[in-house]
T-cell receptor, first 113, second 113 residues
Framework: SQQGEEDPQALSIQEGENATMNCSYKTSINNLQWYRQNSGRGLVHLIL?????REKHSGRLRVTLDTSKKSSSLLITASRAADTASYFC?????????????FGEGTQLTVNP | EADIYQTPRYLVIGTGKKITLECSQT?????MYWYQQDPGMELHLIHY???????EKGDLSSESTVSRIRTEHFPLTLESARPSHTSQYLC????????????FGSGTRLTVV
């Protein structure tokens, strides 16, 4: 089973609307990270939130973390067509020595102009 | 702009051939990783390295091997390619993944015919 599972698997919205993606995980974590992947390309790191943080902002991105529910959400405000991509959450599990990220299955976001 | 480079970008090769996927980074990062990703699916960690002469197998069993003779170079080799190896291979590095996250290359899309 996946450490990180995103919901929904696919999301289609109109330009200007907000997009919310959710991620659930199973074990204790050091941090949770969100990445973006354009079709057929590598991933781009968006934001990292530590286990002792509850909310973080970066530009139009807002990430929340609820360690009691083992879940996180990524909100993209005022979406643009250029935001169309797959978004992955990744967890840095607390019990692993060193640091290896485990990725979820991703949410495919389509922003229609 | 990412300073991690993967070559080739695309590779179509016959069954039984030996191949090496190249990954180089110019950031001086100690930690490097190889992930395998099928289209539209999650990433699976197949190898990682925390420094020169240090390599470990990841969570997904893989017939590939890696080496880390220089900090900047982390090549992946398949001794005998098979159609089941068809996938996208993503290389990443990090200065300190618990603080900064990963930097990914653009990936190598491998097709074995």
């Amino acid at each position: 089973s996946q450490q990180g599972e995103e919901d929904p698997q696919a999301l289609s919205i109109q330009e200007g609307e907000n997009a919310t993606m959710n991620c659930s995980y199973k074990t204790s974590i050091n941090n949770l990270q969100w990445y973006r992947q354009n079709s057929g390309r590598g991933l781009v790191h968006l934001i990292l939130i530590r286990s002792n943080e509850r909310e973080k902002h970066s530009g139009r991105l807002r990430v929340t973390l609820d360690t009691s529910k083992k879940s996180s959400s990524l909100l993209i405000t005022a979406s643009r067509a250029a935001d169309t991509a797959s978004y992955f959450c990744a967890t840095d599990a607390a019990e692993t020595s060193g640091s290896r990220l485990t990725f979820g299955e991703g949410t495919q976001l389509t922003v229609n102009p | 702009e990412a300073d991690i480079y993967q070559t080739p970008r695309y590779l179509v090769i016959g069954t039984g051939k030996k191949i090496t996927l190249e990954c180089s980074q110019t950031m001086g990062h100690d930690k490097m990783y190889w992930y395998q990703q099928d289209p539209g699916m999650e990433l699976h960690l197949i190898h990682y390295s925390y420094g020169v002469n240090s390599t470990e197998k990841g969570d997904l069993s893989s017939e590939s091997t890696v080496s880390r003779i220089r900090t900047e170079h982390f090549p992946l080799t398949l001794e005998s390619a098979r159609p089941s190896h068809t996938s996208q291979y993503l290389c990443a590095s990090s200065e300190g993944p618990r603080v900064y996250g990963y930097t990914f290359g653009s990936g190598t899309r491998l097709t074995v015919v």
